[in-house]
């Protein structure tokens, strides 16, 4: 019933920008905390960044100050801008959020989005 539903993902020249979206649907009684994560071709999943319903948020080092993430608790979205492109910044992104799903108490789950795809290249 849950699901996230990614949008914003292509290609970009090095130096350049680009927004991804991410909204949750279904039967949700709340959502903690949503962040984005990436995976390099041959490389490990890592976390981009992260954000609380609050709005208190962290970033990977070598991000900070390029990328930014935010939410819109109204629309269950969390987004993620990022600018001044590198290549080694190409990667499919996740999204992922903390939900306590309507009929399942306080327990949270963890859900994940499909994947877009981010390329960076001249």
């Known amino acids: 019933q849950v699901q996230l539903v990614e949008s914003g993902g292509g290609l970009v020249q090095p130096g350049g920008s680009l927004r991804l979206s991410c909204a949750a649907s279904?039967?949700?009684?709340?959502?903690?905390?949503m962040g984005w994560y990436r995976q390099a071709p041959g490389k490990q999943r890592e976390l981009v960044a992260h954000?609380?319903?609050?709005?208190?948020?962290n970033y990977a080092d070598s991000l900070k100050g390029r990328f930014t993430i935010s939410r819109d608790n109204a629309k269950n979205t969390v987004y993620l801008q990022m600018n001044s492109l590198k290549p080694e910044d190409t990667a499919v992104y996740y999204c992922?959020?903390?939900?306590?799903?309507?009929?399942?108490?306080?327990?949270?789950?963890?859900?994940w989005g499909q994947g877009t795809q981010v390329t960076v290249s001249s």
């Open positions: 954000i609380t319903k609050a709005d208190s948020t």
């Open positions: 279904g039967s949700i009684l709340s959502i903690n905390t």
């Open positions: 992922n959020a903390d939900i306590s799903p309507t009929g399942r108490g306080r327990d949270l789950w963890r859900y």
